[in-house]
């Protein structure tokens, strides 16, 4: 049998809708780490989270590739000198650990769901 058989698929589509449906979505946190789409209170896509009619947190509708250029260039800056394969334990893992979380944190202040 295939591993991706419609019955299955088909059982979580049916049972996924009708569940949702039946009770009112909760509104959208206003706080918190990512901005959340206000009509189906999941988080904003990349796309979404640039378009400042869905997230206020991001006025000027930067997109992700443009957010954070000051972080984003240390960032870059740290991996050109250490190397990028911070998830093999080189020594990128540990000297751009710092780096990294506060692009992370810039981005997630804009509402990016990263």
């Known amino acids: 049998m295939w591993p991706f058989s ?36 999941k988080p904003l896509t990349g796309s979404e989270a640039a378009n400042p009619a869905l997230n206020p947190r991001n006025p ?21 000198q250490f190397g990028s394969n911070a998830d093999d334990g080189a020594d990128s893992a540990d000297k751009c650990r710092e780096i990294v979380e506060q692009h992370r944190q810039c981005m997630r202040s804009l509402g990016f769901n990263v």
């Open 6 to 41: 419609s019955s299955s698929t088909e059982a979580a589509a049916a049972s996924g809708p009708s569940s949702s449906s039946s009770s009112p979505l909760p509104p959208p946190p206003t706080q918190g780490t990512v901005s959340f789409h206000p009509e189906t209170g």
């Open 60 to 80: 000027e509708g930067l997109k992700p590739c443009c957010a954070c250029p000051e972080t984003k260039k240390a960032r870059d800056d740290c991996f050109l």
